[in-house]
């Protein structure tokens, strides 16, 4: 009753992650803290990082509304960023990106992006790519990167 | 070219091998979309074409294009008057006169023709004859909590520029325009009333003549929104008495890039022009300039002309099938929609019942939440099955905060529509709930 | 579908042969009036559209149309890519980035939206990233006496909604603008400066650099219009250092309704909204909202997305051909046309004579008028021939004041027209002295 | 060199007209006045009506800048005005009107508009109509009625 595109997109990983929604919450003490909003659904995430004396991530705090593939991403985001250096990081969202503007052909690093390479079959669905990338580039602002394109 | 629709019958619905003929005019209907035949149910977002009207444009190129209003040679001729043709039929269309109508790129722009133009005559534009469009401190500028951003930002915008201030006529728990409200808003201060014929969201039809009444018993000037009624039901713009009306051609089987704005005589003659440059004046001086009278004082520049000569080709063929025909058919399919979504559990449709004893018309349009279920995520599972359906806000926040949510999902109908298609639509959104685990 | 032109050859000009091969991409081109073979030469006003073309818009309603931006379903999907295609291939066009590329439905609504940009920043919206478009007493906007309409009216209606002033820099009895002119009032107090690339009654290319050195002296914006330069010549804005500019898609082969505004990128940011409505928000409230970043802040309502895909066709189709082997093509048209004219007795062309010694580039358009023959019948007599020319002030009275005429017959080249139509235009011109008894 | 329908617009008698004008000049005690302009090209008219203690019109007189057409309009329009009551002028008018918009179908009745029958031609030019019709415009507002369609 559903293609297997979908289904790829809709892995239970995520579905599970958009019910779950590790990270959920936003606590005091935050680094650092982006708002951002998806102009083409009007959801909107706000994100806050952690950071450790050292610079490091400790972790992401955040709260929103949005679709099962946002809601998922942020889950899946906050699973992976603990204890990395902020070239880690940049190096992660950069493999994220990339997954998301591969349209299908490439999996994704497990080893950078762990259980977010799931998200790898939203990269199909050209309208959808913004709701992936969503609390990725809360994060990036978050940290006070600037976004690459 | 003549549609292949039945002229004989009188019915005042059209039936379904009427529409299986008119599905034949339209191209794109015979595309698949991921392995399926496409059910295309986004018409209230924008409507397919006939071939007729694409052909009439890709013949005006091939034959006829030029400049219009401006040339003297033959090709120019022709192009202005296939123009004003046009103009002619759209007028004739919504029952005003010819000279009443003038060409936007969309509603939205009509709105902002008006909402600026205001603000013109505010600054002292157009003199003593724009007086009453003249806005400030204490004035007021009224809408109603379920319109179209087109038909608020706008607003808001001209009450900033001019001091004016911005009240809200609010929709009852019942989706419906609370009248009691707008008897307690539209007062002395109020000098225009904006609201939408037909709601994108709440599909039901409102309450224009009781607005029209409250709003000119203290002479205000009414606004009306036609975007999602002109394309579905007869319009007589002259008995709904408004002052000004605006639509999107893009709606209404006509291509994009052009719309109309509907003004009283009197009232387009009176108010300033809005955008300014050529085809607009009639003397430039170096200061200072004088301008044409309504309706090309408003038509600033090169004009949308195979646009507007497409929407007339638009109109022929609706009126060839006829508006009545056209209301009665979606009427059907609205009813057959709301009933199919309401019996789907964790399924809440917003806007009101369809109940014709108490006077609620509805056209075929349905937003809807599934408990547990994102829209983006409904309207994916939708379109895995070819079925397109919008998602989001439909560009009316307030209305979707009135009932507690960010999104839904809209099943829009139009005249090539049938009663299958709707049911595939129902099924798909039941099944999804299995999809997302929510059943 | 490919052009047929000839792309090995790498000639700075096209050739007769190219030009034929050209010619029978554009299907108007082989139609007759009053009996003769149409001979096009009205292109300044409108251009006529290559098969590919029209039929690009054709196959987006047969195949792809759906709204941009407001939809999650595969149409929606497809026809967001390709408007958004659209704009990246204006973007390179022109030498800029793509969130540069605002899309309006003619130059004149472009110019019309910095204007309103500037006064709405005048009454403070936008805040202080808004403050160098806020304009009041004392300021100064500079325009020249060569400017279309649609760059000099919404100028004088922008001084006088904020109280600054209009200033004009003079045009030279030889049909140059005067740059000791521009030097003396380009000043302290000017804040915008705004005129065109390509005069389209003197025919000229102005001295964008040091108009702009001028201008950014002192700090102010410089608006082009490019209304008659990006359909001729290669255009990079990047590079001319220009703030602002507009042209328009009807007259580089593209349908009417679509036009195109460059903003620098931290200009367009900072400008605050005209147009308002749906889709340049992001949360709308009640009595407030919150607009998008450029270039979608600027792009309210549903958007003529079929006519910008054709721009990006028709911008494809130049770019294949070679915008330096066109602006070859014409300056020898141009060149023709001109000798052509002024050898015909009684006879003036308004406007610099060509001359590259001193810097003197004209494109292949000419104004003129014929001593005792007012330029209607001019137009008249070579219409009779099948030569389809513009007559009248061309939306440019002030020059015409200038050079003490009310009206002007103007022959305007492309890249399909050959020299051979040239003559025949001369030609008629010649004929009419006889027949109105002036010879 | 020139089409039958071309020279039908320009006969003889309307560039002669056209050199000539009849009429031409603003002389004072006018009792109505109008200033026209044609949007299309910018061109003016401004016509005095002069008339009797009676009511009827003795004559008119005009300026303005105009191609043939409309000169030579204005000038055949001062030579059959005289001594006309306003129903007479009224009838002209509408006479006048009527062949403009025959596309060339109706000859022009000669006793109603004499030489200005001439003028018929151009009601086969759509463009150009609204030259012919510019001084009969003018007269009409200079005479205070309302102009028909
Ligand atoms: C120099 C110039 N500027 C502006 C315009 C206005 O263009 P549009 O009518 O397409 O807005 C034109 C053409 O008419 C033009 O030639
Ligand atoms: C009720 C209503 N008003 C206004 C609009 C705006 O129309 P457009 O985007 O064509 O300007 C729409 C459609 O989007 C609408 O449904
Ligand atoms: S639909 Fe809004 S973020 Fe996915
Ligand atoms: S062309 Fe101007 S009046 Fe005839």
Same mark, same amino acid.
């Given at each position: ?149 | ?90 007028? @004739?269309?919504? &029952? $005003?006169? /010819? +000279? ?6 969309? %509603?939205? =722009? ?56 911005? @009240?809200?006529? &609010? $929709?009852? /728990? +019942? ?6 409200? %707008?008897? =307690? ?60 009306? $605006? ?73 060839? $099938? ?118």
């Amino acid at each position: 009753m559903a293609s297997r595109e979908l289904e790829s997109m809709y892995q239970h990983v995520i579905l599970d992650h958009a019910k779950e929604k590790h990270g959920f919450g936003l606590r005091d003490g935050a680094t650092g803290s982006s708002h951002q909003i998806n102009p083409t659904c009007g959801d909107e995430v706000t994100l806050n990082v952690y950071r450790a004396a050292d610079g490091r991530v400790e972790s992401i705090g955040w709260e929103g509304q949005g679709c099962s593939i946002s809601t998922a991403s942020a889950s899946l985001l906050s699973d992976i960023v603990h204890d990395l250096t902020a070239d880690e990081v940049t190096e992660r969202i950069a493999a994220f990106r990339e997954l998301m503007q591969s349209k299908g052909a490439i999996e994704g690093d497990e080893d950078l992006l762990g259980d977010a390479v799931a998200l790898g079959g939203v990269s199909r669905y050209i309208t959808r790519i913004k709701c992936a990338m969503l609390p990725w580039v809360a994060f990036e602002d978050a940290l006070g990167l600037t976004p690459a394109r | 070219m003549t549609t292949d629709v039945d002229q004989t019958t009188t019915a005042a619905t059209l039936e379904l091998h009427d529409v299986e003929r008119i599905r034949a005019d339209f191209p794109i209907l015979g595309r698949e979309v991921n392995g399926h035949p496409l059910v295309y149910l986004d018409s209230g977002a924008t409507s397919q074409k006939p071939q007729r009207v694409i052909d009439v444009e890709r013949s005006y190129y091939e034959l006829n294009n030029a400049a219009v209003h401006r040339g003297a040679h033959t090709l120019a001729g022709e192009a202005t008057e296939l123009f004003e043709d046009a103009r002619a039929t759209v007028a @004739r269309f919504v &029952g $005003v006169a /010819d +000279d009443e109508i003038v060409w936007t790129s969309n %509603a939205t =722009e009509g709105l902002n023709l008006i909402a600026y133009g205001m603000s013109n005559a505010s600054l002292g534009r157009g003199g003593d004859a724009a007086r009453r469009f003249r806005l400030g401190e204490g004035d007021e500028i009224v809408v109603t909590e379920l319109e179209h951003h087109a038909n608020l930002v706008p607003w808001q915008e001209l009450a900033f520029r001019t001091g004016a201030t911005l @009240r809200v006529i &609010g $929709v009852g /728990d +019942d989706g419906r325009i609370r009248l009691d409200d %707008a008897a =307690e808003i539209i007062g002395e201060r109020t000098r225009v009333v904006a609201f939408a014929h037909v709601s994108n969201v709440l599909g039901a039809v409102n309450p224009v003549a009781e607005l029209v009444a409250l709003a000119h018993g203290v002479g205000a000037l009414v606004v009306l929104d036609a975007c999602q009624s002109a394309p579905h039901l007869s319009l007589d713009l002259a008995a709904l008495d408004v002052d000004f009306a $605006v639509f999107s051609g893009h709606k209404m089987l006509a291509p994009t890039g052009v719309g109309v704005l509907y003004g009283r005589s009197e009232l387009l003659n009176a108010l300033p022009p809005f955008l300014t440059g050529g085809s607009m004046i009639t003397t430039v001086g170096l200061t200072e300039s004088e301008f044409l009278p309504a309706p090309m004082r408003f038509e600033a520049g090169t004009q949308r002309v195979s646009q507007a000569i497409a929407l007339a080709s638009a109109i022929d063929y609706l009126g060839e $099938v006829g508006m009545a025909r056209i209301a009665g058919w979606e009427a059907q399919l609205g009813e057959r929609l709301y009933q199919g979504l309401v019996a789907i559990p964790g399924v809440r449709v917003l806007g009101p019942a369809p109940d014709a004893a108490a006077g609620v018309e509805r056209v075929g349009l349905a937003s809807f939440v599934v408990d547990g279920i994102h829209s983006h995520d409904v309207g994916q599972f939708l379109d895995d099955r070819g079925i397109a359906v919008r998602v989001g806000h439909h560009c009316a926040q307030p209305v979707h905060r009135r009932f507690g949510v960010t999104a839904t999902t809209r099943v829009s109908t139009y005249l090539y529509n049938t009663p299958d298609e709707v049911d595939q639509a129902v099924a798909a959104v039941a099944d999804s709930r299995a999809f997302f685990g929510v059943a």
